[in-house]
């Protein structure tokens, strides 16, 4: 049996940080990110995104701000009664964020 190969190419990193989140039709939703790569992040928010959607991201990583977007690929819930941001959505960048500075 062979092992599923890791299909990541950047290595993630834990953080948490305010997100701005836009798309064509919903503009500034706000979310906390719980993980980044140079390739897409992973953030909580009140908002539910659907898998494939467009949108634009705004953050501040190691005192830089950023702007980039991407595509939605993955959504989830996460039902932990202390967690006010239930939904869980991750982010393709369209292009990897070589100068992300983690």
Do not use: W
Request: charged fraction near 25%.
């Amino acid at each position: 049996m062979n092992p599923t190969p890791n299909r990541r190419h950047f290595e993630r990193h834990p953080i948490q940080v305010p997100v701005s989140v836009s798309t064509a039709v919903r503009r500034d939703r706000v979310g906390v990110i719980r993980d980044v790569s140079a390739s897409g992040v992973l953030f909580h928010s009140l908002s539910k995104f659907e898998v494939g959607e467009r949108v634009t991201l705004m953050f501040k990583v190691a005192h830089r701000k950023g702007s980039t977007a991407g595509h939605v690929v993955r959504t989830d819930t996460d039902e932990h009664p202390d967690n006010i941001f239930r939904f869980l959505t991750a982010v393709q960048f369209d292009a990897p964020l070589v100068d992300l500075a983690l």
